[in-house]
């Protein structure tokens, strides 16, 4: 009883005060088993290939790979975490709606990747294209350079359907 003589309400329940996180992937290494963690594997090694194969070109057009660069390394990182996040199970300790959290990741990496596959190709089609360098005239990508280009745009288009792939199953659990 208080000073009032009104009973005090007991302390809320921890339990009812903060929700279940709302995932239906499943946590530990049993999300290896799902087609969603397959496709995560998939993503981070073609996207480590393509960073490899942009990497080892040169970058003859930084402008244009630049971006397919920090693309390919930006999704690289994003995606070990987010199957960290799954495979060390953190995601039933933080309260959030990860169904939706995996759409939006899935969602912009895909438009991002999308967009550097279509600079990559770019680039690649632009083999034939000679340039005025100082006295002689030389083409803007040498053989093997083209030859890694092509590597990184077809390697850079499975990335990206991956990624589109992915995007397509969090839809699906995320609006069922």
């Given at each position: 009883?208080?000073?009032?003589?009104?009973?005090?309400?007991?302390?809320?329940?921890?339990?009812?005060?903060?929700?279940?996180?709302?995932?239906?992937?499943?946590?530990?290494?049993?999300?290896?088993?799902?087609?969603?963690?397959?496709?995560?594997?998939?993503?981070?090694?073609?996207?480590?290939?393509?960073?490899?194969?942009?990497?080892?070109s040169?970058?003859?057009?930084?402008?244009?790979q630049?971006?397919?660069?920090?693309?390919?390394?930006?999704?690289?990182?994003?995606?070990?975490?987010?199957?960290?996040?799954?495979?060390s199970?953190?995601?039933?300790?933080?309260?959030?709606?990860?169904?939706?959290?995996?759409?939006?990741?899935?969602f912009?990496?895909?438009?991002?990747?999308?967009?550097?596959?279509?600079?990559?190709?770019?680039?690649?089609?632009?083999?034939?294209?000679?340039?005025?360098?100082?006295v002689?005239?030389?083409?803007l990508?040498?053989?093997?350079?083209?030859?890694?280009?092509?590597?990184?745009t077809?390697?850079?288009?499975?990335?990206t359907?991956?990624?589109?792939?992915s995007?397509?199953?969090?839809?699906?659990?995320?609006?069922?």
């Open positions: 009883m208080s000073a009032g003589g009104a009973p005090v309400p007991p302390p809320p329940n921890p339990a009812m005060s903060f929700p279940a996180p709302r995932v239906t992937l499943p946590a530990g290494p049993d999300i290896l088993r799902t087609y969603s963690g397959a496709f995560v594997c998939l993503e981070i090694v073609f996207g480590g290939l393509v960073w490899i194969l942009v990497a080892s040169n970058v003859p057009l930084p402008l244009l630049g971006w397919v660069m920090f693309v390919s390394v930006t999704a690289f990182v994003c995606s070990l975490l987010f199957l960290g996040v799954f495979l199970g953190v995601v039933t300790q933080i309260n959030a709606n990860w169904n939706f959290l995996d759409f939006a990741y899935h912009t990496v895909f438009v991002f990747y999308f967009g550097a596959f279509l600079l990559e190709a770019a680039t690649t089609s632009l083999h034939d294209l000679h340039c005025n360098r100082t002689t005239v030389q083409p990508l040498s053989d093997n350079q083209y030859n890694i280009n092509v590597a990184a077809i390697f850079a288009f499975v990335t359907a991956c990624y589109g792939c995007l397509g199953l969090a839809l699906r659990r995320w609006r069922p």
